[in-house]
């Protein structure tokens, strides 16, 4: 509690207004009530609730103050006005209250609603709501976005042999190895079970959706230890674009499902895209990327010198040093080819270095 004159000067607080803000009593008495305030709001927001307590007999509301320490808190204010007997205003009494738990419930309320309980990675409800906003966003720039939908291969007989408790550890370990291969911009989320969604926005091409389901696949290719267990689990995943496979959320995750159980059938451990065609051409660009990885190692690639020729004097003066690959099998690769998957696939340091 705290009780200032009618120029909003504080003239006595009680033991609680201590407590709460540090304050000793000698400090604060002769003070503006405004000295407890922050930069949160500006001084032209104290003013208004000080003519709004005047000319409606009282004020309440929201305050974010400033403790003696300079930390921030959040209390619920309620000023009163004090009128003598001619209605001159005199005193106002406010009384306060620190809602920093209150405020701490709600963040964790929100955090609930919107995540999932055991990973903390965003729930169906956060995904749709940032699905919907990448949709706005991918429309409005002309981008190309991913739904790349995962769902782990057998992952009951883990739950049937070694129990719920390790596979619910387990899927924690999961989700922690998907979070190191995402980009950070992007939105991984568990739908439930053993099911979880990746959100990819602002794609260069729908070939990069190809990419980054390669590299959530490797990601479980290394055994995951889980006490005197060593595990090995892979994931079947399907992927959807937009705009070629669905405008809306829930065409696309239903597209981006179905091409899922598409590569359960295909073997498992795999992607597949909702648009076969797509699914193909992504293989063929996995298996080119690993070609040429083992070109490199093998010293396969050639370096061709094309002459410039000043065309006024016909004088060779220079060359242009040229990357080919032949291909022992496809023949020759044109650089148009694997020169952007080089690039991708961080191999064009490796091979400029061959070049010099």
């Given at each position: 509690v705290m009780i200032t004159d009618a120029q909003g000067r504080i003239q006595a607080v009680n033991r609680a207004f201590t407590d709460i803000t540090g304050y000793p009593?000698?400090?604060?008495?002769?003070?503006?009530?405004?000295?407890?305030?922050?930069?949160?709001?500006?001084?032209?927001?104290?003013?208004?609730?000080?003519?709004?307590m005047t000319e409606t007999g009282?004020?309440?509301?929201?305050?974010?103050?400033?403790?003696?320490?300079?930390?921030?808190?959040?209390?619920?204010?309620?000023?009163?006005?004090?009128r003598d007997e001619s209605g001159d205003l005199t005193q106002c009494v406010g009384v306060f209250?620190?809602?920093t738990p209150l405020k701490n419930y709600q963040v964790q309320l929100?955090?609930?609603?919107?995540?999932?309980?055991?990973?903390?990675?965003?729930?169906?409800?956060?995904?749709?709501?940032?699905?919907?906003?990448?949709?706005?966003v991918a429309e409005r720039e002309a981008k190309v976005l991913a739904v790349i939908f995962i769902d782990l291969d057998r992952f009951k007989r883990v739950n049937d042999s070694l129990g719920h408790g390790l596979g619910d550890r387990l899927l924690k370990v999961i989700a922690a190895r998907f979070q190191t291969v995402i980009r950070e911009d992007d939105t991984l989320a568990r739908l439930g079970g053993d099911e979880?969604?990746?959100?990819?926005?602002?794609?260069?091409?729908?070939?990069?959706?190809?990419?980054?389901?390669?590299?959530?696949?490797?990601?479980?290719a290394a055994p995951l230890?889980?006490?005197v267990h060593d595990l090995h689990v892979s994931a079947s995943m399907g992927i959807s674009t937009y705009p070629r496979d669905g405008q809306s959320v829930e065409t696309l995750l239903q597209n981006a499902d179905a091409a899922m159980y598409r590569a359960k059938d295909r073997g498992r451990d795999n992607?597949?895209?909702?648009?076969?065609?797509?699914?193909?051409?992504a293989l063929e660009r996995i298996v080119l990327e690993g070609q040429l990885r083992k070109a490199l190692e093998l010293g396969q690639l050639l370096l061709y010198y094309q002459p410039q020729i000043e065309l006024r004097t016909g004088d060779l003066v220079g060359v242009e040093a040229l990357a080919r690959w032949p291909h022992p099998e496809e023949g020759m690769i044109p650089p148009s080819l694997f020169i952007p998957i080089a690039e991708e696939a961080g191999l064009i340091g490796e091979l400029g270095t061959w070049v010099l």
């Open positions: 009593e000698q400090d604060i008495i002769g003070q503006a009530f405004d000295r407890l305030g922050s930069e949160r709001q500006e001084p032209a927001f104290y003013r208004a609730i000080w003519r709004a009282g004020w309440r509301g929201e305050v974010w103050n400033r403790r003696r320490d300079q930390g921030l808190y959040p209390i619920w204010l309620s000023l009163s006005p004090v209250t620190d809602i929100e955090h609930l609603a919107h995540h999932d309980p055991l990973t903390g990675l965003a729930n169906r409800l956060l995904l749709s709501a940032r699905l919907e906003h990448a949709l706005q979880f969604v990746v959100l990819a926005e602002h794609l260069p091409s729908w070939e990069e959706a190809a990419l980054q389901a390669h590299r959530l696949i490797r990601a479980l230890a889980l006490g992607y597949q895209f909702y648009s076969e065609d797509m699914t193909t051409a």
